[in-house]
């Protein structure tokens, strides 16, 4: 390719792969297949960074990429401020007296908008390109997130038209969807650590993560609410601002009102107490904000709030019930969670038995103890909390709770590492940990060994046929076949399962290995880097901390892993049993062009480049973007440009489509 062409490429790519990005955010209509938005945005990041063509705006920086030990301390140029609440009529109907009162017979209107329930942020734009994002901090002063907020698919790295020249701050909520909330809590517990307790959390949580590359693969999804211009228009207001956010191409939640009364405002929360439970993200209640910006200013405010805004706070829904008993759960890499085990009380649809205490720090923090009534709440719509306790000063109360000293299953000694809340057993034999290293191994995720569930993983340990996930592979058809639940069929179709598993590319299988903090994405980062498992066993911090999105505590958590003698020697008894250790090169369906290096150029009469260029991978060729004397082949299309004369002056052998097909089907 030459410069022009490069230019070409990367800023199709650009477009198309936006294009792909509204389409699955803003729409909800996803049009690409992840593996084709995987492999062109690889495209697009190694022709930008080989031509030095990186823009803050390309789609290229969602992928993240930076490691940031600590974050900057940023002032905010209009302070963040938060809102009085109120949680009933009377209060909003002195809150629009008040305003009355000063605002004498003023013909003033109000915006009602939904509350979210998730993270304040800041944007900063500069010349219409997001410069800055920040946390809301203590209002005045916030963390400077930047690199993790560029890489939220829904805030725009550019505006889409600038309606206002300089500088502008938008401000509004980060969050996340129920759905995608619980199936990244689901994984997360998986992948043993602990779960977030509700959306709110995992959102504020992820945003502070050092590794943006992490923070990337989190869905966190983004409503502005509000836009400061310098030299506002005299009548600006609150209607317009969001109107102007959409246009500038923010997302702005639809569900937003013009009330020209208090009495319609309490309508539209009327309204939405029902509706709130059926939008796929969570709600808190309702902002209430005065519309015109000229009346705010004479409304002032007070040292916390603005006096021309309030939020309305539903009620969430609540219940109390006894707390029977505290019980201790070991996760897959020890980690303790204590949970509340309670007596079954109805709440919002469903019968709740049991809550995630979290952990201790949690149960301190509530006073909680065995035996107390307490307040159980359905915050985000479906994981019930421990609230409170309903009556703390009661008399023969038991006593606080104290956290056991040793597992609950095995006996070890628990520890606590500075700096984390949650106790861990690291009894590596620890019997529910063998057993969720198992499951985990086996899953869907992982290895996708079908039909090898909890049951059969418990069988399988406690009959002794199996210590560990490596010995999974030596399981004999008659063996499975003896368990119970099981038949000559079942256990044929498991050992066919793990037969299959062998075939599982090499980041899966580092994946399905269970070290603390490997998720998927560091899994292909390290198997990319890497390239076999070897070199990965003997990579130490600075070659670990050198990989894009790895952290210190990653790194350090790879070296801990490899550096126990049993497992290592469960990866030596996996490779005896033929699993993928190394990075496959692309899938070589032939060895035809092997070793042979092509660059494509112009339009190929039937197919487009990239297929051409799958083919030549998959036939075990390489591609190049320029032509030089080690090129083997210059695959030439019509409208062909510099490549091709480049290719005719060195003297390397040009070929049509039909010419290239013919090397590959002769
Ligand atoms: S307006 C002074 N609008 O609620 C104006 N805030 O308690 C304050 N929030 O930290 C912001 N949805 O993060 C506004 N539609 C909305 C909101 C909203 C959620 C949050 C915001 C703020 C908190 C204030």
């Not at 800055?132 to 993790?148: F, L, M, S, W």
């Not at 590359?213 to 600006?236: E, G, H, M, Q, T």
């Not at 070793?595 to 060729?621: C, D, N, W, Y």
Request: proline residues 4%; charged residues 25%; negative net charge.
């Amino acid at each position: 390719m030459d410069l022009f062409q490069v230019h070409d490429r990367i800023s199709w790519l650009r477009n198309r792969l936006n294009e792909a990005n509204n389409q699955y955010y803003q729409d909800a209509q996803p049009t690409m297949s992840d593996s084709e938005y995987d492999s062109l945005m690889a495209e697009l990041i190694q022709l930008e960074s080989t031509h030095q063509l990186q823009t803050p705006d390309s789609p290229s920086v969602r992928v993240g990429g930076t490691v940031t030990k600590s974050f900057e301390t940023v002032t905010h140029k209009t302070p963040l401020l938060s809102l009085s609440n109120t949680y009933n009529e009377g209060e909003l109907l002195d809150f629009d007296r008040r305003i009355k009162d000063i605002l004498g017979h003023a013909d003033f209107s109000y915006s009602a908008e939904l509350k979210f329930d998730g993270m304040a942020l800041r944007l900063t734009y500069k010349n219409g390109f997001l410069v800055e994002g920040a946390t809301r901090g203590n209002g005045v002063e916030g963390d400077n997130i930047t690199t993790n907020v560029k890489t939220v698919k829904d805030i725009p790295l550019k505006l889409n038209v600038e309606l206002f020249g300089g500088e502008l701050d938008i401000r509004g909520e980060a969050f996340m969807e129920r759905e995608a909330f619980a199936a990244f809590n689901e994984q997360r517990e998986a992948d043993g650590e602990q779960a977030f307790a509700n959306p709110r959390n995992a959102t504020a949580g992820s945003l502070k993560l050092q590794e943006s590359k992490v923070v990337a693969s989190r869905p966190i999804r983004f409503f502005a609410y509000d836009l400061i211009i310098d030299n506002p228009p005299k009548d600006f207001n609150q209607v317009q601002k969001l109107n102007w956010l959409k246009e500038m191409g923010l997302p702005v939640c639809e569900h937003r009102k013009h009330c020209s009364s208090i009495q319609e405002v309490i309508q539209v929360i009327q309204e939405w107490d029902e509706l709130r439970h059926h939008l796929p993200y969570d709600t808190d209640g309702v902002v209430v904000k005065v519309n015109e910006d000229r009346f705010r200013d004479t409304l002032g405010r007070t040292a916390k709030a603005p006096r021309w805004a309030i939020a309305y706070k539903y009620q969430a829904e609540q219940a109390e019930t006894i707390l029977n008993d505290i019980t201790l759960q070991v996760g897959r890499l020890g980690t303790i969670t204590p949970v509340a085990e309670l007596e079954p009380v109805f709440l919002a649809g469903t019968t709740v038995k049991r809550a995630s205490l979290h952990n201790e720090d949690e149960i301190l923090r509530k006073d909680i103890r065995i035996g107390d009534k307490v307040l159980v709440e359905k915050a985000g719509e479906i994981i019930p909390q421990v609230v409170s306790v309903v009556n703390p000063e009661r008399e023969n109360r038991s006593q606080p709770f104290k956290m056991r000293s040793d597992c609950p299953e095995c006996g070890s000694t628990l520890v606590k590492t500075e700096g984390e809340v949650a106790w861990r057993c690291e009894n590596l034999t620890c019997p529910p940990q063998i057993r969720h290293k198992i499951e985990y191994f086996a899953s869907r995720t992982a290895m996708q060994i079908e039909g090898l569930g909890e049951a059969i993983v418990d069988q399988l340990v406690t009959e002794g046929l199996i210590q560990t996930y490596a010995d999974l592979y030596d399981l004999k058809l008659e063996q499975i076949a003896n368990l119970e639940r099981m038949g000559e069929k079942s256990a044929q179709n498991l050992i066919q399962s793990l037969e299959d598993s062998k075939k599982r590319p090499f980041d899966k299988v580092l994946y399905s290995l269970g070290i603390r903090f490997v998720g998927a994405t560091v899994a292909r980062d390290l198997a990319e880097h890497f390239r076999s498992i070897d070199a990965i066993i003997q990579a130490d911090f600075e070659a670990l901390t050198a990989v894009d999105s790895i952290g210190p505590r990653i790194a350090e958590s790879v070296i801990e892993f490899f550096s126990n003698d049993e497992n290592r020697a469960m990866v030596e008894k996996l490779k005896l049993a033929g699993l993928q250790f190394q990075l496959q090169e692309k899938q070589v369906s032939s060895n035809k062009l092997e070793g042979k290096t092509f660059v494509l150029t112009g339009t190929l009469p039937t197919m487009k480049r990239e297929q051409a260029s799958e083919l030549i991978l998959e036939h075990g060729g390489k591609v190049s973007s320029s032509v030089s004397k080690k090129t083997d082949y210059v695959l030439a299309g019509e409208e062909a440009g510099s490549k091709l004369e480049k290719a005719r002056n060195l003297g390397v052998p040009v070929i049509t489509e039909e010419e290239f097909l013919n090397l590959i089907n002769e």
